[in-house]
């Protein structure tokens, strides 16, 4: 019944190493956002996608890379981690059109820890 | 640029009423948003307003006054399960969302 899931809640690792979050939404929407959440919860936008093309792509290190396979599905890859990744990262889902952009609904997000 | 601007943190009593503000400078708009976080959860959607006046919801009510650039969102009737961070975002002309840094409030019995 989860409307947006993500895996994993939590991951703890070493810097330099490469991780992946994974979410799908079972809601139908068209657009789906990873955003990251720092120490001061600040809500940032890093990507969107919208039928499966990048519509939006923030000042993000390119060591970030958002990959959809379908438009259920937006995971974020994390190349050479650095200790300033360490965040709180929230998958996000909305239907949009140019009217407005509707509600978002989050997942629980990944807590990402970099020793 | 754009910018949005709420409190860092406010405090109010349980039972009472507490106002959260949101001023904001952006390129256009297309609404404005309110969200509720609970601490180590995910942001949920409380209120949507687009046209200048009051909308009510329960024990919330959100405000707008798109001249002023200004949001406000009431919340009555305070209860200990209120204590959260409260966020405030802004569509812009390109229908993105500009997000506040959010408002922690603090309900005390």
């Known amino acids: 019944d989860t409307a947006v899931s993500q895996t994993p809640k939590y991951l703890v690792t070493q810097m330099g190493n490469d991780k992946s979050i994974k979410c799908e939404q079972n809601?139908?929407?068209?657009?789906m956002y990873w955003y990251k959440q720092d120490s001061k919860k600040f809500l940032k936008i890093m990507f969107s996608y919208n039928n499966k093309e990048l519509i939006i792509n923030e000042t993000v290190p390119n060591r970030f890379s958002p990959k959809s396979p379908d438009k259920a599905h937006l995971n974020l890859h994390i190349n050479s981690l650095e200790l300033g990744d360490s965040a709180v990262y929230f998958c996000a889902s909305s239907q949009v059109d140019q009217r407005d952009t509707g509600e978002l609904f989050f997942g629980e997000g990944s807590r990402l820890t970099v020793l | 640029g754009q910018n949005i601007d709420q409190p860092t943190e406010m405090t109010a009593t349980e039972g009472a009423i507490v106002q959260i503000n949101c001023t904001y400078q952006t390129s256009g708009f297309n609404g404005l948003f309110w969200y509720q976080q609970h601490a180590g959860e995910a942001p949920t959607f409380l209120s949507y307003n687009v046209l200048d006046g009051l909308e009510e919801k329960g024990r919330f009510s959100s405000f707008l006054s798109r001249s002023k650039g200004y949001s406000y969102l009431l919340l009555k009737e305070l209860q200990m399960k209120d204590s959260a961070s409260y966020l405030c975002a802004v569509v812009d002309s390109n229908y993105q969302l500009i997000w506040g840094a959010g408002t922690k409030l603090i309900i005390k019995p």
């Open positions: 809601l139908g929407h068209d657009t």
